[in-house]
C-alpha cells in the first residue's frame, strides 16, 4: 500500500503561481512512477507530469512544459505552478504507478490523493 497525501491549491489570478505537495507514505520501494494529473469539470483526467521515482528523470505534459515544475524532496514532491492559465483551472491528483510500461495514462495508476482544487482567475 502507498497513501498520497496532497496540500496546496487555491485560487489565484491568471499569470500568478502556486505549489502543490505531494507526501508518500507506505511501500514507497514499490513505486516506479509518480504523477500529477488534472481533472477539469466534464473532462477525462489529463496527465500533467510525472518523475521516474527511481532514476529522477521528469516528463511534462505539452501544455504545461516551461510553466510547471516537478520537483522532489523524497518522498515529498511538489508541482510549481507558473504562469497560471485560466485553463489550467482543475482538481489536481498526485498518483502512484507501480508498473514501469506507463507513466501517461491515469488508468495505469494504482494509487490515488485525495484531490486539490486550483482555481485560476481571468
Known amino acids: 500500500q502507498v497513501q498520497l497525501v496532497e496540500s496546496g491549491g487555491g485560487v489565484v489570478q491568471a499569470g500568478g503561481s502556486l505549489r502543490l505537495s505531494c507526501a508518500a507514505s507506505?511501500?514507497?520501494?514499490?513505486?516506479?512512477?509518480v504523477g500529477w494529473f488534472r481533472q477539469a469539470p466534464g473532462k477525462e483526467r489529463e496527465f500533467v507530469t510525472a518523475i521516474n521515482w527511481r532514476s529522477g528523470y521528469i516528463f511534462y505534459a505539452d501544455s504545461v512544459k516551461g510553466r510547471f515544475t516537478f520537483s522532489r524532496d523524497t518522498p515529498t514532491v511538489y508541482l510549481q505552478m507558473n504562469s497560471l492559465k485560466p485553463e489550467d483551472t482543475a482538481v489536481y491528483y498526485c498518483a502512484a504507478d507501480l508498473d514501469p510500461a506507463n507513466y501517461r495514462t491515469a488508468s495505469d495508476y494504482e494509487y490515488w490523493g485525495q484531490g486539490t482544487q486550483v482555481t485560476v482567475s481571468s
Open positions: 507506505g511501500r514507497t520501494f514499490s513505486i516506479y512512477y
